[in-house]
């Protein structure tokens, strides 16, 4: 069990005041509607949802860069969206937020993703997914690679990866490569398909069912995650391994070869969802504002969980993580 206290995290707060964090991933627009339902319909053996009010809310890597401005670190926000209401509405939707969307290519030949959900009394009825997830074009890569190299003084980078064609090897590797060149740390939350094109970084956070994916293989035990864990720091030369096993907590991987375990403290799990984005963005602010890799897998490990007892995607707060400790 690894320690911190709340003094050392108000240093570490102030020490990554005012920095700028690049994200680079899958955009998303995640719109609900919220109703009731007291009838059913006489078309089909259907709800009929009375809706009473629309959200809109920035998901994917957006989710992030908004974890990000909670956190009080200037973000600039690197993906791809279409040419369309949604695409306006989701820029719109940044600069309320505080994140520079300058970072974002506009795509005449995609629409902008949406994930659409509906609620009747309180309980989601349906789910409807407006994407495209071909690979990036060459010259949306080349416009996210000359953003981040004409931005200055960025103190990291952020890799959100959903496997929706924002994240091309190509983009990787340059990024990677100018991020090498330049001492810029790069985080990284994975999925399937680019896994193993994140050489080289200072962290990788991926989940169970991810590493799963990746090796091809089911992790039952404890010396099942150990293993998986030192042959992923070997394959992909990673500094640290950050391994998020949900209700057991996390698996910190270290170069070193050192292996650490931090639990989850008891609570009502509400809603898991974001949690992945806050425990990256929140672990990565805590890196440049000075904190060690154990330090920062504590405090990260300890935001995710505050977002699982709150209902619906939210950020997480300087508060919330000091009066957590």
């Given at each position: 069990?690894?320690?911190?206290?709340?003094?050392?995290?108000?240093?570490?707060?102030?020490?990554?005041?005012?920095?700028?964090?690049?994200?680079?991933?899958?955009?998303?627009?995640?719109?609900?509607?919220?109703?009731?339902?007291?009838?059913?319909?006489?078309?089909?053996?259907?709800?009929?949802?009375?809706?009473?009010?629309?959200?809109?809310?920035?998901?994917?890597?957006?989710?992030?860069?908004?974890?990000?401005?909670?956190?009080?670190?200037?973000?600039?926000?690197?993906?791809?969206?279409?040419?369309?209401?949604?695409?306006?509405?989701?820029?719109?939707?940044?600069?309320?937020?505080?994140?520079?969307?300058?970072?974002?290519?506009?795509?005449?030949?995609?629409?902008?993703?949406?994930?659409?959900?509906?609620?009747?009394?309180?309980?989601?009825?349906?789910?409807?997914?407006?994407?495209?997830?071909?690979?990036?074009?060459?010259?949306?890569?080349?416009?996210?690679?000359?953003?981040?190299?004409?931005?200055?003084?960025?103190?990291?980078?952020?890799?959100?990866?959903?496997?929706?064609?924002?994240?091309?090897d190509i983009l990787i590797r340059?990024?990677?490569?100018?991020?090498?060149?330049?001492?810029?740390?790069?985080?990284?939350?994975?999925?399937?398909?680019?896994?193993?094109?994140?050489?080289?970084?200072?962290?990788?956070?991926?989940?169970?069912?991810?590493?799963?994916g990746a090796l091809n293989r089911?992790?039952?035990?404890?010396?099942?995650?150990?293993?998986?864990?030192?042959?992923?720091?070997?394959?992909?030369?990673?500094?640290?391994?950050?391994?998020?096993?949900?209700?057991?907590?996390?698996?910190?991987?270290?170069?070193?070869?050192?292996?650490s375990s931090i639990q989850t403290?008891?609570?009502?799990?509400?809603?898991?969802?974001?949690?992945?984005?806050?425990?990256?963005?929140?672990?990565?602010?805590?890196?440049?504002?000075?904190?060690?890799?154990?330090?920062?897998?504590?405090?990260?490990?300890?935001?995710?969980?505050?977002?699982?007892?709150?209902?619906?995607?939210?950020?997480?707060?300087?508060?919330?993580?000091?009066?957590?400790?």
């Amino acid at each position: 069990m690894i320690t911190i206290y709340k003094e050392r995290i108000k240093e570490i707060i102030d020490n990554y005041k005012d920095k700028t964090i690049a994200v680079i991933g899958d955009v998303m627009l995640d719109r609900y509607f919220w109703g009731t339902v007291s009838r059913v319909s006489p078309e089909a053996p259907v709800p009929v949802v009375d809706v009473e009010r629309e959200l809109y809310h920035m998901g994917g890597a957006a989710n992030v860069a908004a974890n990000l401005n909670s956190l009080g670190i200037k973000s600039i926000l690197c993906g791809i969206t279409g040419n369309d209401e949604y695409g306006r509405i989701f820029k719109d939707l940044a600069n309320e937020n505080n994140i520079d969307p300058k970072g974002l290519f506009i795509d005449n030949n995609r629409p902008t993703t949406v994930k659409t959900r509906i609620f009747g009394n309180n309980q989601q009825i349906v789910r409807l997914d407006i994407e495209k997830t071909s690979e990036i074009p060459d010259e949306g890569e080349k416009y996210i690679l000359r953003t981040i190299q004409e931005t200055k003084e960025i103190s990291a980078i952020i890799f959100c990866d959903y496997n929706k064609g924002a994240l091309s090897d190509i983009l990787i590797r340059e990024v990677i490569n100018y991020s090498k060149n330049n001492k810029i740390p790069v985080f990284v939350d994975p999925k399937f398909e680019n896994f193993f094109t994140y050489q080289n970084v200072t962290m990788l956070k991926p989940n169970k069912k991810e590493v799963e994916g990746a090796l091809n293989r089911t992790l039952r035990t404890e010396n099942d995650i150990i293993d998986a864990g030192k042959e992923l720091l070997e394959k992909l030369h990673c500094k640290n391994l950050l391994l998020t096993l949900g209700a057991n907590g996390m698996k910190l991987f270290e170069s070193n070869g050192e292996i650490s375990s931090i639990q989850t403290k008891a609570r009502h799990v509400s809603d898991v969802s974001g949690a992945g984005d806050t425990a990256i963005a929140t672990y990565a602010t805590s890196i440049i504002g000075g904190a060690d890799v154990k330090e920062a897998t504590t405090i990260a490990n300890a935001a995710s969980g505050i977002v699982c007892e709150r209902p619906g995607i939210v950020s997480i707060t300087k508060q919330d993580i000091l009066g957590s400790f």
